[in-house]
């Protein structure tokens, strides 16, 4: 099971799969990385506050660390009011965003790129675990364990990393 240790800025910015060496330098990290709560997180995920259609996330799975540069096409049009999250399966009252990562190395360069519909506030690891309120109805009733179920969402998340660095 993917419990995090805690990142440091420049661990984060060296994880970066899908931009520019650049582009990892400047992009918004967040400044309170120390206050975040990293036991409990498959992934951190942020927004860039300058550029909402910006979002980041970063993991670590298998020792291998992951982090991916997501564009939020037109945020807040298109989608189902209550969308479901591709990655952690929640339906949060704050809405799903489709977010589309850009492929990394040639296949980027040339454009190609990923999509998936994830959290708006990518607080996927917080919702699994009953840490957030997505709100009523947001989360399936189900048989699964949280174990379970935080597993399906790591499962979740490497498939997606892996249809970005194919
Ligand atoms: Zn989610």
Redesign the pocket.
Known sequence: MAVMEPLTEQQIRAAFVNCTKGESKRLHVPRDLAERPWADLDFLGWRDPRSPERAYLVTELDGSRTALALRCPTPGTRQPPRGM?A????S?AGG?SLMVAPRAGKAGQQGNSVGTY??TD???SL?VRGRRNAGPGARMQESLTTAEQIQRTVTNLAAFIARVTA
């Open positions: 999250c990655i952690c399966l929640t949060p799903v994830l959290c990518l607080a996927c919702y």
